[in-house]
């Protein structure tokens, strides 16, 4: 005899369905610091574009603008890769990159298909202003991985922050819109995983 499919069933289906919580927005807007974060509050595994793209630097090595845009897009190859093995394993993860809406929808919504994954966009904002003196401080700060600063044209790359379209993604789900103007007080970061936390459990 089979049992009729109720509701309840349904939402229980639902919130066991593992979560990509994607932590976008343009460079400099803090989404690498704040990803990081709400991986770690969340026990979520980290997948950063920058994770990947570091290790190819150091084994590869560096040149051009042109070379840095192709380790860019193996990097984001790899995160799909690694992402797609531990959604359909069942596990939720935090991706974190400035994803492009024309490049990587399509990509996403196949990872969904696969691991029938649902999503939550965490979208960081600043003013330009604020993203261009943040991106100009870091590119001069020795801190960055060579491979970054040393294939740029600083002066274009800055120039492109006022160009590029960082809205979110057309995914269904969560948007949670985060304006990094200033650094993230310790409740504002806890209010932010709350958030997070309730959209993940909800049904």
Request: aromatic share 6%.
């Amino acid at each position: 005899m089979h049992r009729m499919v109720t509701p309840q069933d349904t939402d229980r289906r639902h919130a066991q369905e593992p979560v990509a919580l994607i932590v976008t927005g343009p460079p400099a807007s803090g989404k690498s610091t704040l990803g990081r974060e709400l991986a770690r509050k969340l026990g979520l595994p980290f997948l950063g574009k920058d994770v990947f793209k570091e290790i190819l630097f150091d084994h590869l090595g560096w040149s051009d603008r042109e070379w840095s845009r192709r380790l860019g897009a193996a990097s984001m190859d790899l995160l799909y890769q690694s992402a797609a093995a531990l959604l359909e394993a069942g596990q939720s993860v935090a991706l974190e990159a400035n994803f492009y809406a024309n490049w990587d929808t399509p990509k996403l919504l196949k990872l969904a298909d696969i691991s029938g994954c649902r999503f939550i966009q965490v979208v960081c904002t600043a003013s330009k202003s604020t993203l261009a003196e943040r991106y100009r401080r870091r590119s001069l700060s020795g801190e960055r991985h060579p491979g970054h600063t040393e294939s740029e044209q600083l002066e274009e790359t800055i120039a492109q922050l006022f160009t590029g379209n960082w809205e979110a993604l057309a995914l269904e789900g969560p948007v949670i819109s985060v304006n990094t103007e200033s650094l993230p007080s310790a409740a504002l970061l806890e209010n932010i995983v709350c958030q997070v936390r309730r959209a993940m459990n909800a049904s």
